[in-house]
């Protein structure tokens, strides 16, 4: 039943169109004389006390199911070689059901000194936590909080007021970096504060823009569309929180390419997750998917030197302009 839904969420997924977002509001002056040349561009970016070879990870999806366990493959073969941050999918199901750790651990398999991260549900207790990451031998523990997807799934939760003291129980008492993600509808300024409160330092605010979870579901149930524009872009989301101290705020939801991860680096990301980029990625060859990413990170630095920027730490101090 779990794997099923793994599998058509998956399949639901790739059927969502690329729409445009918040990001097509968001554009830059352009300077005909750059200050750099492209080789003098770096992309390595320094964050959750480790450093990076780019700015951005493959975000979390999946695992549970023969299917899952071959984009884990591929995906893990991919952060290997690029030395890009891998969150797996939710591992529930694997804690549940033992026969399904494989397709979790594979991406350890194919990744051994990689940073890896394990996903969990803010329903987990800290002994799950802790399962879950041994499961991988993970780097760092995301936890997400999924209330609209879960009002609308038919087998979805009901209960969320102990997710708070739920959160910082395993924030006490794990010893790997928490991050906490949404799944598509943006983390508010008020949120990542009552978070921040806990001794949460780590967030992705997974805006509104790409994957829409409420869609997802409201197809699989055969539902009428309900609230399928709810939530905070991952641009608004970003705005709201450029203030935030003290914590590292990560970028997800709609970053459809290399100009939308510098948008979200200029607005204030420490680093920038995509996840329906990588499910593409995945249904291609080995070899084509990494021909695809190659262009993708040349994209990225042909940008940078266009902004006159040659490190991503100051992206950060490059004006942008917001159309009406
Ligand atoms: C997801 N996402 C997700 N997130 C999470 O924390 N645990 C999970 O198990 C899953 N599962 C999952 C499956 C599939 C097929 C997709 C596409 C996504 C949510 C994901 O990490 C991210 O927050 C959103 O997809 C928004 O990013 P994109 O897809 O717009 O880049």
Do not use: C
């Amino acid at each position: 039943m779990q794997s099923k839904r793994k599998d058509e969420h998956i399949a639901e997924a790739l059927n969502q169109e690329v729409k445009m977002n918040d990001f097509d509001n968001i554009s830059f002056m352009h300077h005909a004389l750059p200050k750099y040349d492209l080789k003098d561009i770096s992309l390595k970016t320094m964050y959750l006390n480790s450093e990076f070879n780019y700015p951005f990870y493959i975000n979390a999806m999946t695992g549970g199911s023969k299917k899952a366990k071959e984009i884990n493959r591929k995906l893990s073969k991919l952060a290997n070689e690029f030395g890009l941050m891998m969150v797996l999918g939710s591992q529930s199901i694997a804690i549940k059901d033992g026969s399904y750790a494989d397709t979790f651990s594979v991406a350890r398999q194919e990744n051994p000194n990689g940073y890896i991260v394990a996903n969990l549900s803010a329903n987990a207790t800290v002994s799950e936590a802790k399962k879950a990451i041994q499961m991988i031998d993970a780097n760092a523990l995301s936890i997400h909080i999924n209330s609209v997807q879960e009002l609308i799934m038919v087998e979805g939760d009901i209960e969320f007021k102990h997710w708070k003291e739920n959160i910082r129980e395993i924030v006490q008492n794990i010893d790997v970096p928490v991050i906490v993600k949404e799944v598509g509808f943006g983390l508010s300024s008020v949120t990542i504060n009552e978070l921040k409160d806990i001794g949460v330092k780590y967030f992705d605010v997974s805006g509104k823009g790409g994957t829409n979870f409420a869609s997802i579901e409201n197809q699989r149930g055969g539902n009428l569309p309900f609230l399928e524009d709810w939530g905070i872009s991952t641009v608004n989301a970003l705005i709201d929180n450029k203030n935030v101290t003290d914590a590292e705020v990560f970028a997800s939801g709609g970053i459809r390419h290399a100009l939308d991860v510098v948008k979200a680096l200029v607005l204030g990301a420490k680093a920038v997750g995509l996840s329906k980029f990588f499910l593409e990625l995945s249904e291609y060859s080995y070899d084509l998917a990494k021909v695809e990413l190659e262009l993708f990170i040349q994209n990225i630095k042909k940008i940078m030197v266009l902004l006159s920027v040659d490190t991503t730490q100051k992206l950060r101090e490059v004006p942008y302009i917001i159309k009406k």
